[in-house]
């Protein structure tokens, strides 16, 4: 083998493990052209509110969650996840309580400016929660993910997110609302993420509905150039009365999520 041969096959390993290699859990993440992720996550959260002055009462969840997204393109995605919340507080029928969620992305950039859009369906059977003679037909949702980041270098991104979330075939058509700040460092053996999150709900009964600023951060370790393992939470800063779509109050005093989650490129 000569040297010309020799120094080919050094730069396609050298390219090869560069592709491989890339941040997993940023932001602005996608699968490559004919790639797949698996996104395996399990979340347990707790809530703390009242109703009308009432005194507190806490409210536990627990949710696994599966994604699998592909790579139309290296800019392009499609997602599908199914979410199975389990009954921690003995108000559903069984621990079978699924959720369906089917999905776009969209990345593009400009020099070191990054750009996503993504929207999601989202659809639950209330007779999976609360048995077959439950008279509520499937809920139906949509949100849209509109994202802009700048690419310092040495795997530094600061970024803003702006959400929507609106049901759809329902009379309330409540709509949820949120802006993030934060930023994403990636190191390729390990990713850190931190951001706060500003949120507000609407429904047809109160246009001026409650406020809640929560804090969200991520930390994840690369077990191997294509997987990462990581631990992710959520806590309530802050929170004002909200109604529901009925005009009752509910005062949120508190509120934490804490999970797990495994990612892998294939």
Known sequence: MNYKTILMASAAMLFASQAVAEDLTGAFSVPGEGQFTSDTSIKMSREKAGWRGDRYFATDSLAAQETIEYGITDKFSVNASIINNFDKEGLYNNDHNFEYHVGAKYNT??????????????TANPKDYYGKHTP??????????????????????????????????????????????????????????????YSWDKNNKDPKNGTEIWFDAEADYYVKDNAAIGIYGSY???????????GDVLRVKDGH???????VLF
């Not at 950039?109 to 989202?122: P, S, W």
Request: charge should be negative.
């Open 236 to 246: 309530l800063i802050n929170a004002h009365d909200m109604k529901d779509a009925a």
């Open 109 to 122: 950039r400009c020099n070191n400016n990054l750009f996503q859009v993504a929207t999601t369906y989202k």
């Open 136 to 197: 509520e037909r499937w809920g139906k949702a949509v949100d849209l993910d509109l994202k802009a980041g700048l690419d310092m270098g040495n795997g530094l991104t600061p970024y803003i997110v702006y959400s929507i979330e609106s049901e759809i075939d329902t009379s309330s058509r409540s709509l949820s609302q949120s802006v993030s700040a934060g930023i994403h460092k990636y190191t390729g053996e390990w990713a850190l993420d931190g951001a706060v999150r």
């Open 257 to 263: 999520e804490i999970g797990i989650r495994f990612k």
